[in-house]
């Protein structure tokens, strides 16, 4: 369980790394929704989504405690987050990803100078490899959601549209491990428990 607390910290460990990034008006949105909506625009963060929120926070931990290596399982943004904030921290990063991982996404990787191991198909799979690498090499695994560091970092996202829109009625996010609905509920109800938090998840990926 975490706290706002731990929230507000989170956010001021990843300031020098993280961007405050916009909360958009989408007309088109507001109009077929009969609501006015807005888009928390992510894609514009750093690496290209908001993992490097959480991988930030966690990242810069592992590190003041003494880790000189990290290594991440992911096929995809949580990945790219870690070999990015590792490389600004000088640190070597490995990345564990499926064996069928989409070449742009291993050399979106290989460009933040994480080393890229393949193996397996699944999750399964990769998370006992990158615990053991990390093991082997004195380094700490970073993990994608399951983390209260890394939940903190993400929910960041819910204290920065608390200030953007300050009437905000309902927040809507995405979930697939619960990392950053876990962090977005803990920075919202904590200071604003009216505010709906709506979680969606994909109707053929429903594991939460
Ligand atoms: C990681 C990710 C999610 C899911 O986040 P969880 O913390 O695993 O619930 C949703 N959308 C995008 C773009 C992501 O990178």
Redesign the pocket.
Known sequence: MIRLEQVKEARQQIADVVRVTPLLNSEQLSLRCGNDIYLKA?HLQKTG???IR?ATNKVKQAVSAGAAYVTAASS???GQAVAYIAQRLGIPATIVVPEDAAQCKIDAIRSYRGAVEKYGYTSAERLPRAKELAASENGVYIP??DDPS??AG?GTIGLEILEQLSDVDAII???????????ILTAVKESRPKVRVIGVEPALAND?
């Open positions: 992510e989504s908001f993992k959480g995809g943004n949580h994608p959601y890394i939940m993400q996010v995405p979930i697939g491990g619960g990392g950053l609905i876990s962090g939460t």
